[in-house]
């Protein structure tokens, strides 16, 4: 079964997108500098928010996650994996984890890719608070 879910999000100036582990995409409109593993906000979707469909084919054990990012031409395709503890409870975040940590706000772990990683063209792009961000998620078992 295949499901695919897109959310769009902005961009905005304080995106470092240095974090090693993570990368995380939010409903929230202000970023502090803080915030360094965020890549979009203002997005259309939380965790909460993601169908049905999507969140019970990702629970299955060993699903595969791919989440591609794109601003205008530019694009980071990540792999990821689902898991039979994710949650999906956070009403505002959505995050993609290199580990296999689990919170509510985690919607896909063991990924190929953190923020720090994401080509530094893409994350110039994405510091333009006009810039409009397209998040697809695709879920595979």
Not at 120 to 139: F, G
Request: aromatic content about 6%.
């Amino acid at each position: 079964m295949r499901v695919t879910e897109v959310i769009d999000a902005w961009g905005h100036e304080n995106i470092r997108s240095t974090h090693k582990t993570t990368f995380e995409i939010t409903k929230e409109t202000v970023l502090t500098r803080r915030g360094d593993c965020i890549i979009g906000v203002y997005a259309t979707k939380g965790a909460t928010d993601l169908h049905l469909k999507f969140r019970q084919v990702a629970r299955k054990e060993n699903t595969r996650i791919t989440i591609t990012v794109e601003a205008d031409e530019m694009k980071e395709v990540i792999q990821a994996f689902g898991s039979p503890q994710l949650l999906f409870t956070h009403p505002t975040d959505l995050v993609i984890r290199k580990s296999d940590y689990v919170c509510g706000r985690t919607i896909a772990i063991r990924a190929d890719k953190s923020a720090a990683e994401f080509s530094r063209k893409l994350v110039e792009k994405l510091q333009n608070p006009n810039q409009k961000v397209r998040i697809t998620l695709v879920v595979e078992s």
